[in-house]
Nanobody, 123 residues
């Protein structure tokens, strides 16, 4: 599967953005999906994940209550709604996919990655 992330941009602290991850192929509903991010000079970190059906979601503590992951299997698209953004949320955000029903928190568990979209939050 090929992934294309979009929706990043520059926003003030407290603002919102919605990221999208469009997937190619006809078996999107068979993939667990996740969002990761990487800030300059920092390691990539897990943000959120969702099962193939969308029924179960999991969040990093740093974004819980502010970010919402969702997916529309009919549109082959996953989303990340980001509210109450903070400067520390500034990073390149990547979407990832792994064949299977469950969600995964480790990057090495994912088989496919999108190209990333930059999110910059100004103070």
């Amino acid at each position: 599967v090929q992934l294309q992330a979009s929706g990043g941009g520059l926003v003030q602290a407290g603002g919102s953005l919605r990221l999208s991850c469009a997937a190619s192929g006809r078996t999107f509903s068979s993939y667990g999906m996740g969002w990761f991010r990487q800030a300059p000079v920092k390691e990539r970190e897990f943000v959120a994940a969702i099962t193939s059906s969308g029924g179960t979601k999991y969040y990093a503590d740093s974004v819980k209550g502010r970010f919402t992951i969702s997916r529309d299997n009919a549109k082959n698209t996953m989303y990340l709604q980001m509210n109450s953004l903070k400067p520390e949320d500034t990073a390149v955000y990547y979407c990832a996919a792994r064949y299977g029903t469950w969600w995964y928190v480790n990057g090495y568990e994912y088989d496919y990655w999108g190209q990333g979209t930059q999110v910059t939050v100004s103070s």
